[in-house]
């Protein structure tokens, strides 16, 4: 050059031009590989959190459903437990005005043929109180003890047809010196078919009675000489 001064060339260094072009590539390559996995899961994720929040929702919708249609049957299940219970309600008032209304007298037993309840018409004709007659066997009421024929007939009766009916002429009352009553025997039966009650029905046919044996008296006997006349022989 000019001045016979010779020019130095300045030429850029760094670091990296040590290293061994060879080696210089392969980091290269494995610098991009790792960019292109990180992209690739990095799209794999955010697949499988659109995946997943897809049917996330979707469980969530099926779940509500589940729900309100579970809500509407309990809701459905309640209105008809309600109604049915508002009914035997009314159904149970109906056969308590029965019951204490009748007038005939109604006693109620256990499976122990032990007293559980007494209707007024009871109480008016037997002249006990309810006290004197809850908890006691119905045997109370006779004046005289039966034969264990009569109570084996009734109970087979009962056993087999659920229901008995007889004439006792031997009633106990405070209130009358004799008295006939017509009792029929029912057997109360559960859902599942076994014995819960026995439910006897009394009516006071004494009147009956009397007036029956009445006529007979004038059919069969002489008025005047109380003979038995041309009928009964």
Sequence with gaps: GLGGKKEVEHTHWSVVDMIDP???????????????????LALLLAIIGNYSLYHYRRASEEREQYL???NEQLEEEVKKRTDLLVEQKAQLKL????????????IITDTN???????QAMLHITGFSRGELIGQ?????????RSADFYNHMWESLQEYDCWHGELEDFN?????????????????????NIVNYIAIYS????LKIA??????MAYYDRLTGLANRALL
């Design 22 to 40: 060879a080696v210089r590539d392969q980091k290269h390559q494995k610098m991009v590989f790792g960019i292109e996995l990180t992209i690739a």
């Design 68 to 70: 309100q249609k579970t």
């Design 95 to 106: 056969a308590a005005n029965v019951f204490e209304q009748s007038s005939e007298g109604i």
């Design 113 to 119: 043929n032990l007293i559980v309840d007494v209707n």
């Design 137 to 145: 066997n119905p045997s109370l009421l006779s004046k005289e003890k």
């Design 173 to 193: 009352s405070k209130k009358h010196h004799r008295i006939i009553m017509q009792c029929a025997i029912s057997v109360i039966r559960n859902d599942q078919g």
């Design 204 to 207: 006071n046919i004494t009147p």
């Design 212 to 217: 029956q044996r009445a006529l007979e008296n």
